[in-house]
């Protein structure tokens, strides 16, 4: 990530509301996708290739845990709606899949893979946001180790689940 992108979208810092058509086309923000609730946000290079595949199978094999915990996973890429739904239905996704074909928001928030040219699609980057959309973690995925594994979601979710939750307990 550049620079400046580096200062906004860090952790403790708000990331934009952004609105974008989901997989569906219905256009969708991402504040009413969190609903009050903790969110996975994850920005794919695109169907094409195969580390998004291996990454989000990943992921999906976790959607049952963050529906019953009352968080969310937001994936958004350069495909089109319809290329997007049926990436989501191969995968047995049933989190929302946001689209950005026109790349509304790719420049704006800095996020460009730089190195492919051809595509010109997000760089695979991952935020863990608060229900008010603060940034709790960041993790920059150009080189596959550097994603978030199933581990560093749970911990994440959990950590945003005590401080939002009042009811939340950890006894020590």
């Given at each position: 990530?550049?620079?400046?992108?580096?200062?906004?979208?860090?952790?403790g810092?708000?990331?934009?509301?952004?609105?974008?058509?989901?997989?569906?086309?219905?256009?969708?923000?991402?504040?009413?996708?969190?609903?009050?609730?903790?969110?996975?946000?994850?920005?794919s290079?695109?169907?094409?290739?195969?580390?998004?595949?291996?990454?989000?199978?990943?992921?999906?094999?976790?959607?049952?845990?963050?529906?019953?915990?009352?968080?969310?996973?937001?994936?958004?890429?350069i495909?089109?709606?319809?290329?997007?739904?049926?990436f989501?239905?191969?995968?047995?996704?049933?989190?929302?899949?946001?689209?950005?074909?026109?790349?509304?928001?790719?420049?704006?928030?800095?996020?460009?893979?730089?190195?492919?040219?051809?595509?010109?699609?997000?760089r695979?980057?991952?935020?863990?946001?608060?229900?008010?959309?603060?940034?709790?973690?960041?993790?920059?995925?150009?080189?596959?180790?550097?994603?978030?594994?199933?581990?560093?979601?749970?911990?994440?979710?959990?950590?945003?689940?005590?401080?939002?939750?009042?009811?939340?307990?950890?006894?020590?």
């Amino acid at each position: 990530m550049s620079e400046a992108v580096s200062e906004r979208l860090v952790a403790g810092r708000r990331f934009p509301d952004l609105d974008l058509p989901d997989h569906t086309g219905r256009a969708r923000r991402l504040s009413e996708l969190a609903g009050g609730d903790p969110l996975a946000l994850l920005f794919s290079r695109g169907w094409w290739c195969p580390k998004e595949q291996r990454h989000l199978r990943e992921v999906t094999a976790l959607q049952d845990e963050f529906e019953v915990a009352y968080a969310r996973i937001v994936v958004v890429s350069i495909d089109s709606s319809e290329v997007q739904a049926a990436f989501r239905a191969g995968l047995g996704a049933r989190f929302t899949f946001l689209s950005d074909p026109d790349r509304v928001w790719l420049d704006r928030l800095g996020l460009l893979e730089e190195r492919d040219t051809l595509h010109r699609p997000y760089r695979p980057t991952a935020f863990t946001l608060r229900p008010d959309l603060v940034i709790h973690a960041a993790y920059d995925g150009y080189w596959y180790w550097g994603r978030p594994t199933v581990e560093d979601l749970r911990r994440d979710m959990r950590a945003i689940s005590r401080d939002v939750r009042a009811d939340f307990r950890v006894y020590e």
